[in-house]
């Protein structure tokens, strides 16, 4: 990986001709950025499904015997329950968390914060997202095949999921459709990994050595590497687990089960041993999850605050660190599974150890803010929000890395406090603040900005009440994935918190309407914007707004410094853009 | 690194300049035209022919977690005790189906050095008997499962076939894309890639492929 | 380009944002040190679990404070650097400034780590004292069974194919093994108080899993495997058992009991077992 540290001047080219017909603009398009938007697309669509879905579980928790029009029979069941909650899972990991952020803004912005005119593999690319929507079609027509979407959790563990419908409604054809669409999305994600490594790499403009990169793209880029090693690893345990439903093989099945009364005609294969092959690949996911959302993070702290990224190396190296440890770790999901113990020590050693790049990293941000002089627009407020919800959800990790006190939190509502914190909020925060920072140059509209507060608050406050009370209730004993508490007597003292939360989730769900009205109002209606309007210094702020179909309308910029140049002294502008040249930057006589 | 290995290969397509072009220090992208009369507005002319190379290699250590995710698993299955693992003799024509397949990377590194030559027709040969060696080993690998077939051998027979199975279906479909890699050289059907830039991807790529296939068939023939 | 002149932005918003948080951090650091019935976990019945809550309060002291700190911190930060006309002062970072929390957090966390383990080790790594009762734990979709050897102290050989839940052999306990006649199978786990118990659990279709809270230890049943968990229950009483391992549609509704029992009411507890045989 050489540096390509140039000078020179920007390239001029004759500017590229746009694609013609409705199809190859807006359907069929290489283009990266028709790409980027596309996927968005799709992850605004899943997450709206996702939430419904976890209003639903939340409705159900609380009022269980309440008879709801569009369920057959009137009440939800136990396995309707239990495949909401895999469900909502797995859409929301998969095509939201490892869309949005990677596919729709990585997408979008990678190749133009490098001063490049489109991804190394157009074709890929588009391949990429088609094969994507492919596999969400897949995952939704879970829900209407006969015996309806499965059970076994986003985690697919063995045999639950590997018997078949023996095991419960939902594992006939709702687990394969599951397979295939995870499998599917595997393959995407692998071309994509591809595209964003191979950009980084060798499409880097003039003077955008690596260190000079912005923290957006460090976090697409290990995020991609994480992606291309981890993938391939489900991919695999994915297709063992088909061959085990269908063509009788026993990777994950042990010898003399008797399910139902029958006896399975399996012969001696390991459930531990699925659960290693997915969790190899589920701990670098949720690191995929949230690794955008920290370069996001630092991106729009320093933009808003008027200041340098504190510690840009450290940033960068952190993020390095925690990708690179992020492989090491995913035992810390099975301290009471089975596995030896003493691989059990070492995961925790491992996992405490991951924390400490994390803190460099919130020691960072809050840096970054020190002695500032932050300007509180929308997305500004999301990447502050970020912060406190990530410290919030990265701490409940330590208990959860010790194995003698995961014990006692194993499978209790801790452990979904702690990961709808880090994902299901700080991640989400991340494409809130995102969408607000990169909405102007996308779609050439400013949002509205009392909305997007309004958004904030209701957001930032509804999701603390949502899921702060959960720690608690898992320290009483609260047990995951428990469709109802009527059969264990500890579990009725918690009920009230569970309404607690249903309500604020309730809110919290209804308050994302006012994110949905400014989105597709201000796509029409919003006040036009200029090329710069936060007066930011990447180069996706030296193109119109949007960007043309080559980015940069045929000039090529070059870099002449660092991404965070902000209140340099001697400047006469608190910002000096990276393709500005020496010579132009006004200074103080 | 790569761009040192091929620096005098790389061709920048529709810039007009020759081996070695584009700026000094192997940067670049930024040396074409537009799109000239490809009639593509993909906007990808301005691609490095570097990327492909960085391409493959990112690709092979995507495809080499992969086969390690089935590795691993052989591994632990193998040696967990109670598991009713038969061990599998390996049908004895996958040591021929080896050597044929070493040799396709003989035939390979030949052609390629024919290449560089500027011997067209001896590069057109060996890339050719690269490939029929290919198709060779593909079929050399349906022989061995038609014979364990005939024994009574099943992907589900037992673990050790399962994984057998696996690991030869799963290697044999990334060489049969190795196959239509080789063909699409044949035939000048490589697109916006250059052809000494295709001829190095695709090269990699079944050199890899190769050296897979003895890991794996050490693999299955020590675990026998 | 000429430098715009930023008004000073307003002060609601900064002073709102520090508020909630510092809001959020009081009422958290309340309901820790609170004892609200939906918070607090029950007192454990073990030594183990004596440790384990002391290696929890441990981490939440160190957790805690850094949670308290860094979020107070951002609060501070927000309302303090607020945009009021002043210009914000340049500074890349500090090289030593990254030494010194980065070395913190690394003893911070391993230290806190590496304490936990004399609790994990003693659960998990020592092995159960040679006259340990000797109990079988069977989940199945979606009930526990508890197997004890009886008198002569040997577990009966398992046969899947004599699984009949109807005809009362829900373990399928072989007929043609002697040793397995004597066997006693309850719905619920009755152990002496004090005395050291070690658990063999494992399942029959899918992975469920053992946990009693006041334990503080619980452990998959992994269907193929025998696994052993020991502990030494110091209170009588009755405590839940719950499954708490996603085992299909009836996993909120598998749960049985631990009955901790004085020596005397366990001894009678096995004669009535063994009589009942």
Redesign the interface.
């Known amino acids: 990986?050489?540096s390509?540290a140039?000078t020179g001047g920007s390239?001029v080219?004759?500017p590229?001709?746009?694609?013609s017909g409705f199809i190859?603009k807006y359907i069929f398009s290489?283009?990266h950025k028709v790409i980027g938007i596309q996927y968005f697309l799709l992850a605004l669509t899943a997450v709206v499904i996702g939430i419904v879905l976890s209003l639903l579980m939340r409705f159900h928790l609380v009022w269980p015997n309440a008879t709801l029009p569009f369920v057959s029979g009137g009440q939800m069941?136990?396995?309707q329950y239990?495949a909401l909650v895999t469900m909502h899972g797995t859409i929301m990991v998969f095509f939201v968390l490892t869309t949005a952020p990677q596919g729709g803004f990585g997408n979008y912005f990678l190749p133009i914060q490098i001063g490049?005119?489109?991804m190394?593999?157009?074709?890929l690319n588009m391949l990429s997202f088609w094969v994507t929507f492919l596999a969400f079609v897949c995952i939704i027509a879970a829900f209407v095949v006969p015996g309806g979407a499965p059970?076994?959790?986003w985690t697919g563990?063995t045999?639950?999921s590997g018997?078949g419908e023996i095991?419960?409604?939902g594992e006939g054809w709702g687990q394969t459709l599951w397979i295939v669409s995870i499998s599917l999305f595997c393959l995407a994600s692998?071309l994509g990994?591809?595209?964003f490594?191979?950009?980084t790499?060798?499409?880097?403009a003039?003077g955008m050595s690596l260190m000079r990169m912005p923290l957006t793209v460090w976090g697409w880029f290990v995020t991609a590497i994480l992606g291309?090693?981890?993938?391939?690893?489900l991919?695999?345990?994915g297709?063992?687990l088909l061959?085990d439903r269908s063509?009788?093989?026993?990777?994950f099945?042990?010898?003399?089960?008797?399910?139902?009364?029958q006896?399975q005609a399996h012969?001696?294969?390991?459930?531990?041993?699925w659960q290693?092959?997915f969790w190899?690949f589920g701990h670098p996911e949720v690191y995929i999850a949230i690794l955008p959302g920290m370069g996001v993070a630092s991106h729009v702290l320093s933009t808003f605050?008027?200041?340098?990224?504190?510690?840009?190396?450290?940033m960068a190296y952190a993020i390095c660190a925690i990708g690179f440890l992020g492989f090491m770790v995913w035992g810390h999901h099975m301290f009471?599974?089975?596995m030896s113990?003493?691989s059990?020590?070492a995961f925790?050693?491992l996992?405490?150890?991951i924390?400490?790049p994390s803190?460099?990293k919130?020691?960072?941000w809050?840096?970054t803010?020190?002695?500032?002089?932050?300007?509180?627009k929308t997305p500004m407020?999301f990447a502050?929000g970020f912060?406190?919800l990530f410290?919030?959800g990265g701490?409940?990790g330590?208990?959860l890395?010790?194995?003698?006190?995961d014990?006692?939190l194993?499978?209790?509502y801790y452990v979904v406090a702690h990961f709808h914190l880090v994902m299901g909020v700080a991640a989400i925060f991340g494409i809130f603040a995102a969408t607000y920072f990169w909405f102007p140059k996308m779609f050439g509209k400013m949002m509205n900005e009392p909305l997007g507060?309004i958004h904030f608050?209701f957001t930032?406050?509804g999701a603390?009440c949502i899921f702060?009370p959960m720690h608690?209730?898992g320290?009483?004993?609260g047990?995951?994935?428990?469709?109802?508490?009527s059969?264990?007597?500890?579990l009725a003292?918690?009920q009230?918190?569970h309404q607690f939360m249903t309500i604020a989730a309730f809110i919290t769900g209804a308050a994302q309407l006012f994110f949905l009205f400014n989105f597709f109002y201000s796509l029409k209606f919003g006040p036009k914007a200029s090329k710069n309007p936060w007066n930011a210094t990447t180069l996706e702020w030296d193109t119109d707004s949007p960007p043309p179909?080559?980015n940069f309308g045929g000039h090529?910029p070059s870099v002449y410094r660092g991404p965070y140049e902000?209140?340099?002294?001697g400047a006469?502008?608190?910002f000096i853009p990276q393709w500005q040249e020496p010579a132009q930057v006004?200074r103080v006589k | 690194?790569p761009?040192t290995i091929i620096t005098e290969e790389i061709e920048l397509i529709h810039s007009g300049k020759g081996p070695g072009g584009g700026?000094s220090?192997?940067?670049g992208?930024?040396g074409?035209?537009?799109?000239g009369g490809r009639g593509d507005?993909?906007?990808?002319t301005?691609?490095?022919q570097?990327?492909y190379i960085?391409?493959m290699f990112?690709?092979l250590?995507?495809?080499?977690?992969?086969?390690?995710?089935?590795v691993?698993?052989y591994i632990?299955?193998k040696d967990?005790p109670?598991?009713?693992?038969i061990p599998l003799q390996v049908p004895r024509i996958l040591w021929l189906n080896t050597l044929i397949l070493i040799a396709s990377s003989l035939t390979l590194g030949r052609a390629h050095s024919r290449f560089s030559a500027k011997d067209e027709k001896g590069f057109r040969h060996w890339w050719a008997t690269t490939t029929f060696l290919g198709i060779l080993f593909v079929a050399g690998q349906i022989i061995a499962w038609r014979q364990l077939a005939a024994q009574g051998i099943f992907?589900?027979t037992?673990?050790s076939s399962?994984f057998f199975y696996?690991f030869t279906g799963?290697h044999g479909l990334h060489l049969l894309g190795g196959i239509l890699a080789l063909l699409c050289v044949q035939f000048g059907a490589t697109r916006k890639v250059a052809r000494g830039t295709a001829i190095e991807v695709v090269s990699m790529y079944w050199h890899f492929m190769d050296g897979l296939w003895v890991f794996l068939f050490l693999l299955l023939y020590l675990g026998r | 380009?000429?430098?715009r002149k930023?008004n000073s932005?307003s002060v609601a918003?900064?002073a709102?944002?520090s508020l909630?948080?510092v809001v959020?951090v009081a009422?958290?650091v309340y309901?820790f040190a609170s004892n609200?019935?939906?918070?607090?976990?029950?007192a454990p019945i073990t030594s183990v679990g004596a440790?384990?809550d002391h290696?929890?309060d441990l981490?939440?002291a160190?957790?805690g404070t850094?949670?308290i700190l860094?979020?107070l911190?951002?609060a501070f930060?927000?309302f303090k650097?607020?945009?009021h006309g002043?210009?914000?002062?340049?500074?890349?970072?500090?090289n030593t400034?990254?030494a010194i929390?980065?070395t913190a957090?690394?003893v911070l966390?391993?230290g806190?780590?590496?304490m936990?383990?004399k609790?994990?080790?003693e659960?998990?790594?020592a092995p159960p004292v040679p006259d340990a009762i000797q109990v079988e734990v069977t989940g199945?979709?979606f009930v526990f069974n508890f197997r004890y050897p009886g008198p002569d102290g040997k577990f009966g050989r398992l046969d899947?194919?004599q699984?009949?839940?109807s005809t009362g052999n829900p373990l399928?306990i072989d007929a043609n093994d002697p040793t397995g006649k004597d066997d006693i199978v309850v719905p619920t786990l009755t152990v002496p108080v004090n005395h050291e118990v070690n658990l063999l659990i494992r399942s029959?279709?899918?992975?469920h899993?053992f946990?009693v809270?006041e334990l503080?230890?619980?452990?998959?049943a992994?269907?193929?495997?025998v696994?052993p968990l020991h502990f030494t229950a110091n209170t009588i009483g009755q405590y839940?058992v719950?499954c708490?391992?996603?085992?299909?549609?009836?996993?909120?509704?598998?749960?049985s009991y631990l009955n901790v029992v004085s020596d005397a009411d366990y001894d009678a507890f096995l004669k009535q077992q063994a009589a009942a045989q």
């Not at chain 1, 012969?267 to 041993?273: A, N």
């Open positions: 990986m050489s390509h140039h390239t080219h004759a590229m001709a746009e694609p190859r290489v283009d069941s136990q396995e239990l490049a005119p489109d190394a593999f157009p074709r059970i076994s959790g563990y045999p639950l018997l095991t419960g409604p692998l990994a591809l595209n490594i191979a950009t790499i060798d499409l880097r003039p291309l090693l981890a993938f391939g690893v991919l695999a345990g297709i063992l061959l063509a009788g093989t026993s990777f099945i042990p010898a003399g089960l008797v399910v139902n009364d006896l012969s001696g294969g390991s459930p531990l041993l290693h092959l190899f605050a008027r200041k340098p990224v504190y510690g840009y190396r450290a009471v599974s089975g113990p003493y059990g020590f925790s050693v996992t405490m150890s924390g400490v803190a460099i919130t020691f960072n809050l840096g803010l020190w002695g500032g002089k932050i300007q509180f407020l502050l912060v406190s410290v919030s701490l409940s330590l208990f890395a010790q194995p003698a006190v014990n006692m194993h499978a209790t507060k608050w930032f406050v603390y702060m608690f209730i320290i009483a004993g047990i995951r994935r428990y469709a109802d508490a059969a264990v007597a500890f003292r918690l009230p918190v179909i080559d090529y902000f209140s340099v002294p006469v502008d608190d006004a | 690194m761009s700026d220090s192997g940067d992208g930024d074409g035209d537009g799109d507005s993909s906007g990808a301005r691609v490095p570097r990327a960085t391409g990112i690709a250590a995507g495809i080499l977690m992969f086969f390690m995710a089935f691993s698993a632990v299955r967990m109670n598991s009713a693992w992907l589900a037992n673990p399962s696996v799963a | 380009m000429r430098i930023r932005g918003t900064p709102l944002l909630i948080i959020m009422i958290t309901v609200f019935p939906w918070a607090v976990r029950p440790e384990i290696q929890y981490t939440l160190v957790a850094v949670f860094s979020q911190g951002l930060a927000i650097f607020r945009d002043q210009k914000a002062h340049f500074t890349r970072g500090s400034l990254e929390w980065t957090t690394i966390f391993l806190l780590g590496l936990g383990h609790a994990w080790a659960v998990r790594f199945n979709q899947p194919k699984i009949s839940a399928g029959q279709d899918v992975i899993n946990y809270r503080r230890i619980q452990q998959d992994m269907p193929g495997m696994i839940e719950v708490t391992q996603l085992c299909g549609l009836g996993h909120s509704r598998m749960h």
